[in-house]
């Protein structure tokens, strides 16, 4: 049967893009098949890994314990190093050839230029750097309630049902929500008339869930051709950049800044490296900090920088907007210390304290390093 992406009755399954690069699966892969072996579940289909590159059946077995049912495996030379014109013919190709009904992405570089090539030749839609994917709908609307500023009778009006034909009762579209607007609102999309449905997620955005039993994971190896006619680029070498930036997503302890600090920049910057250095951790940041420049992008977190999970996330002088929240509030412990006892932020602190941040912080310091002493 010849492809047509319109064809929505004949997609089945979940899959995953597992990236890996010289040999090293990326983090974000494990997050992604966490979650999509919750969106499986909830349609009732498999989900399956697609991994590309040279050398990497070894890679291909550990991905069971994240709740992989298969494994699609395009080993060859010709794809040690990433291009785009060599994994996207072969996604493109196993795409036609076993029809995934989802397929994610993670927003990384690789997933940034890979997705919206892929998108275009398999003529269906995508929705770039997401932070939510949802299948069932109450679980949906709950989302919505927390999430976003819809009104209650906007939600409960959602949840139309699509019929497909005999053999396919209903169409269960997924649905993708993504920060717009500079991330002043949530967009949720989905893609109702084409399929596969295509999703860039974030990095950090969703857990990784090693599973208890691991499933047993089925290692295919399909037919496919491919030789260098079919690239129009040559990759010489890979270099790496030397560039040091802040480990965010990885860090157990992160103090962050905001607004606060604006009468001392400096100052403030200053003693959120002193605790950050105490706890073991790094600096993060709001957004506002990273747009009047006074630190780097790689600190944002929030709904338009990273979403952290770290054991302790300490905010100074940040009033907590939802963006904010957005990507921390998943955090162990969070410690907030504001000056305005009503900042928004409080309100899913653990612990907060209303006070100067360069009074408090001082203390904090000094507490913390007592402690350690007296250990």
């Given amino acids: 049967m010849a492809y047509d992406s319109r064809d929505i009755a004949s997609f089945r399954n979940v899959w995953v893009f597992c990236e890996q690069r010289q040999g090293k699966m990326m983090p974000t892969s494990y997050e992604l098949l966490s979650e999509g072996r919750k969106l499986a579940n909830e349609l009732g289909v498999e989900l399956c890994g697609i991994l590309i590159g040279s050398d990497i059946d070894e890679l291909a077995k550990d991905l069971g314990k994240y709740g992989t049912d298969k494994v699609y495996v395009y080993d060859d030379p010709l794809l040690k190093n990433y291009t785009t014109e060599g994994y996207t013919k072969i ?10 009904e989802i397929m994610i992405f993670g927003a990384s570089n690789i997933g940034r230029d890979l997705a919206p090539r892929c998108a275009a030749r398999l003529h269906t839609g995508l929705c770039a750097d997401c932070t939510h994917l949802d299948i069932d709908m109450p679980t949906y609307k709950d989302f919505l309630r927390e999430a976003s500023t819809l009104a209650e009778e906007r939600i409960e009006k959602l949840g139309v049902i699509r019929t497909l034909g005999e053999d396919h009762d209903i169409a269960l579209d997924l649905k993708m929500t993504r920060p717009a607007f500079g991330g002043n609102l949530m967009a ?21 869930v090693i599973l208890d039993i691991p499933h047993d994971c089925e290692v295919i190896h399909p037919a496919y051709e491919l030789s260098e006619a079919d690239f129009q680029t040559e990759v010489l070498e890979v270099v790496k950049a030397a560039k040091k930036l802040v480990d965010l997503i990885g860090a157990d302890f992160i103090v962050s800044v905001g607004r606060g600090i604006s009468k001392d920049v400096e100052g403030g910057i200053k003693l959120a490296e002193e605790l950050a250095d105490v706890l073991g951790g790094v600096v993060g940041s709001s957004r506002a900090v990273v747009d009047s420049g006074w630190l780097s992008a790689d600190h944002q977190v929030g709904q338009t920088g990273k979403t952290v999970h770290p054991k302790v996330y300490v905010a100074l002088g940040i009033s907590g907007a939802i963006q904010h929240q957005a990507g921390m509030k998943e955090s162990g412990t969070i410690i907030a210390v504001n000056k305005n006892e009503t900042a928004p932020i409080f309100e899913i602190a653990d612990y907060g304290i209303v006070g100067d941040l360069f009074k408090v912080t001082p203390l904090l310091i000094e ?6 002493e007296d250990q």
Avoid at 91 to 100: C, D, L, N, S, T
Avoid at 189 to 208: E, Q
Avoid at 367 to 372: D, E, F, G, L
């Fill in 91 to 100: 996604i493109a190709g196993a795409v036609e050839e076993f029809r995934p």
């Fill in 188 to 208: 949720s999309i989905v893609c109702p008339r084409f399929r596969p449905s295509m999703a860039t997620v974030r990095p950090g955005v969703m857990k990784k």
């Fill in 367 to 372: 507490s913390i390093k007592k402690i350690k």
